[in-house]
Every structure is written in structure tokens, then in C-alpha cells.
């Protein structure tokens, strides 16, 4: 297959460029680096099956050749990254979205809607099933991704029913490993950057909020399998093991030998309290379910930050 992945530049998105080139695929990569690293697919130089192509997928999208998939994994999706981008990540959610499916439509391809976890809000179910609504803030400052996202949901859906479009959409949770930015403000990579550093470990509220961590290995096999044989209902792709940021923090400064505390700080607006997948769709329906441990996964996440503040 020819797929075209946006945002292929970004911790997912590269990862998943891998996975698609290593089962013989040819990639066409995405990205305008707003939080996309050239680092990320710089090992994708020169090979054949390879292109990449610098584009801001909200504006006016042309790609040339036949494509069987468009993956949409483009947007700031950190909290850190769509408070500072807010208008470009509603412009990327909606219109980006739009542009995205569009094109598949024109190239006769399956879509795939990267979505998320937060468009549970902060969910008063739990753990969180696909047919769970949500509980979100429209108008707070998570609202930008929440509620783009929401959107790109409901326009791959019609979509899906006016077009008779092939379409899939993911809701992923908590994903960490390899390619994470230092700066992203996700509580693994925080962590982890603080432990190295001897800073003290900032947990907002009293760390007992929890949170669901699937290593991106896992995190990229559930998505592949999605694309391959899914259906067009949304999925949850994350791991269903539920810890406390408390117990993140702890097991960060077990790993690294840090000499770092653990310091208390006010929760942000709309800070979810809890967040765990249900994942029995895809068990069912893709034979998957993560296979890295925390502990296995955070001590593999800290080699590739000491390799890169080093």
C-alpha cells in the first residue's frame, strides 16, 4: 500500500512511518514542525519507500500518486503545545480534518482519525467504554483539543455515512517512549527529565489522579492492526492498568537513582481525576493488548532521554 500519514514527524506519527515501511508499505510523511522534530525521521532519509513533504495540512492539500490510507495524526497534543497553539489546533482538528478526508475521498483510500482520550472530558464513567459521551468543558482551556477533536470525530462519521467512506478512528490514551520532546509537558517525559536533572518532581494536586501508560510499541501495534482490520466505530487503543501520578513519580525516581524529591503544585483547570480504557473492543476485534510494562517501558523511555541530554 501508498499511505499518507500527517503529523508523521511527531512521537506517534514517526513511529508509526516505521511500522508501515517495515511490513513493506510505502509512506508519504506530513508535517509543517510546529511540534514535529526532522529528528524524528531523519533515519527516513533515502529510503525509497519514503517521502516527506513540508505542509501545513489545514490549508490546501495536494498529494500526488495513488493512496490507499490517509492516517490524520497531526495536531499539538500536549497540554503545553495546544495551550501555547490554541487556534492552530482547532484550525488542525476541523479543517485539517476536513482537507485530510477530502483528499481520501478524491484518492478512493481509507481514513484514519487519530482521536483521543480527552474527548472523555474528565469522564464521571469509568473505566472509560467507546460509548461513553464524555463530560467536557467547551469553552476551558483544554477545550481547543477536546472539542477539535470532537469534531474530527463527527466529520469522519458523515463522512463515513454520506460517502460511504472506509473510515476508522482511534481514541488513544496516555502514550510514552522514544521520541518523546523534553519540553512537552506530558507527566512520563516530565518526570523523566526532572529525575535526571536532581530537579524535584512537580506533581500537580496530590498525585492521586490517575492515568493510564501504554508504551509506544504497544501503543503503534493496536493502531496498525486498527487500520489493517478494524471497523468504523471508535476504538480505544491504551493500556487498561491504572496508576496514580504518585506512583508514576515514585517508580521514575526508583529508575534513575535521582537524588530529586517529589513537590506539590495547584491541579490545572479541568485536570482529569481519573482516566483508564476499556479496551475489550480490541480485544475482540484486533487480538490486541499492550504487552510492555510501566516499569519495563519508563526504564527504556529514561535510556533515550539520558542519550539525548546527554
Not at 258 to 266: C, F, G, H, L, Q
Amino acid at each position: 500500500m501508498r499511505v499518507l500519514i500527517t503529523g508523521a514527524a511527531g512521537f506517534l506519527g514517526s513511529h508509526l512511518c516505521d511500522r508501515f515501511l517495515a511490513d513493506g508499505h510505502s509512506v508519504v510523511g506530513l508535517d509543517n514542525f510546529i511540534t514535529g522534530k526532522p529528528d524524528n525521521i531523519a533515519h527516513l532519509v533515502g529510503n525509497a519507500r519514503f517521502e516527506f513533504v513540508r505542509h501545513n495540512i489545514s490549508t490546501y492539500t495536494y498529494v500526488a500518486g495513488p493512496l490507499d490510507g490517509v492516517l490524520h495524526f497531526a495536531s499539538p497534543a500536549s497540554p503545553v503545545d495546544y495551550l501555547e497553539y490554541p487556534i492552530a489546533t482547532l484550525k488542525v482538528g476541523a479543517l485539517g480534518t476536513h482537507n485530510a478526508l477530502g483528499l481520501a475521498l478524491a484518492k478512493k483510500a481509507r481514513f484514519f482519525l487519530a482521536s483521543t482520550s480527552e474527548i472523555y472530558g474528565d469522564p464521571l464513567e469509568h473505566p472509560q467504554t467507546e460509548s461513553y459521551w464524555g463530560n467536557v468543558n467547551p469553552i476551558g482551556p483544554r477545550g481547543v483539543y477536546d472539542e477539535a477533536k470532537r469534531f474530527a470525530e463527527a466529520v469522519t462519521m458523515a463522512y463515513h455515512r454520506y460517502h460511504g467512506m472506509d473510515t476508522r478512528i482511534v481514541r488513544i490514551f496516555n502514550t510514552y517512549g522514544p521520541r518523546m520532546r523534553p519540553n512537552d509537558g506530558r507527566v512520563v517525559s516530565n518526570f523523566i527529565v526532572q529525575a535526571l536533572r536532581n530537579q524535584p518532581l512537580t506533581i500537580y494536586g496530590d498525585g492521586s489522579q490517575t492515568r493510564s501508560f501504554c508504551f509506544v510499541a504497544d501503543e503503534v501495534e493496536g493502531i496498525y492492526r486498527l487500520f489493517m482490520r478494524g471497523d468504523n466505530n471508535p476504538t480505544n487503543i491504551g493500556n487498561p492498568k491504572e496508576f496514580t501520578v504518585r506512583q508514576l513519580a515514585e517508580l521514575v525516581i526508583e529508575l534513575t537513582g535521582t537524588k530529586s524529591t517529589i513537590v506539590e503544585r495547584e491541579l490545572p483547570v479541568d485536570d482529569p481525576k481519573v482516566r483508564q480504557p476499556d479496551i475489550s473492543r480490541a480485544r475482540e476485534m484486533l487480538g490486541w493488548e499492550p504487552d510492555v510494562s510501566l516499569r519495563e517501558g519508563v526504564a527504556r523511555t529514561i535510556e533515550y532521554f539520558r542519550s539525548i541530554l546527554a
